[in-house]
């Protein structure tokens, strides 16, 4: 039990353009999503909170209009960057947490915007 | 307010030697300590965790780390480590168990040589 599917892996994307990153929880309802982002060599800085059915909570700093979360269901949540620039460029990583499993996190999604 | 500071950013260690990653705490509420494994464009992967009982916990690939309250201490151990060891280890803390956001130690990069 306790898997969590971050799709997509790698994604190159153009200055400008939107993408959009999925975190499911396969086998397990999350009461909440976690959204972090990494830079080479750093630790994990924590940019959102999300619970299901609400709205998310950015962490100070964090632009809630550039990075858009929605929690749609007790598995799903997603982030979608918008109007990407390089600066943008980093390793995003989600984690699905549960009373029951804890801390479970996606495998990262690299992103390089061009 | 919670945090955890790591103070060995790299670790060499040679192979089959025995390795103690160092963590330290603070909190002003119960805590609830893990330390997390990283490999190169992957997500992050639970060693281990302290939620209550035995202030000494057993983890996957061998770890080991022991809870001590009054040095606010979380340090990670392995006996005898291999190259496949050879990764980024993150401890965190949280005042609850799936319910709160973790925070991050800034990471400990640790080395085998062969």
């Known amino acids: 039990g306790a898997v969590v599917s971050q799709h997509p892996s790698r994604v190159i994307c153009k200055s400008g353009t939107s993408v959009k990153i999925e975190c499911r929880s396969l086998?397990?309802?999350?009461?909440?999503m976690f959204w972090y982002r990494q830079f080479p060599k750093q630790s994990l800085m924590l940019m959102a909170t999300?619970?299901?059915?609400?709205?998310?909570?950015?962490e100070q700093g964090v632009e809630k209009d550039k990075f858009l979360i929605n929690h749609a269901s007790l598995t799903l949540s997603t982030l979608t960057v918008t109007s990407a620039h390089p600066e943008d460029s980093s390793f995003y990583i989600c984690?699905?947490?549960?009373?029951?499993?804890?801390?479970?996190f996606g495998s990262g999604t690299r992103l390089t915007v061009v | 307010a919670q945090s955890v500071t790591q103070l060995d950013s790299q670790v060499p260690v040679f192979e089959e030697a025995p390795v103690e990653l160092r963590c330290n705490y603070s909190s002003s509420v119960s805590v609830y300590l893990f330390w997390y494994v990283q490999y190169p464009n992957q997500g992050l992967q639970l060693l281990l965790k302290?939620?209550?009982?035995?202030?000494l916990v057993k983890g996957i690939n061998g770890f080991e780390a022991e809870f001590n309250k009054s040095q606010t201490s979380f340090h990670l151990r392995k006996p005898s480590v291999h190259i496949s060891d050879t990764a980024e280890y993150f401890c965190?803390?949280?005042?609850?168990?799936?319910?709160?956001?973790?925070?991050f130690g800034t990471g400990t990069r640790l080395t085998i040589i062969p």
């Open positions: 086998d397990f309802q999350a009461t909440t």
């Open positions: 302290y939620l209550s009982g035995s202030t």
């Open positions: 984690s699905a947490a549960s009373g029951t499993y804890g801390y479970t």
């Open positions: 965190a803390v949280s005042g609850g168990f799936g319910n709160e956001k973790l925070t």
């Open positions: 999300s619970n299901e059915g609400s709205k998310a909570t950015y």
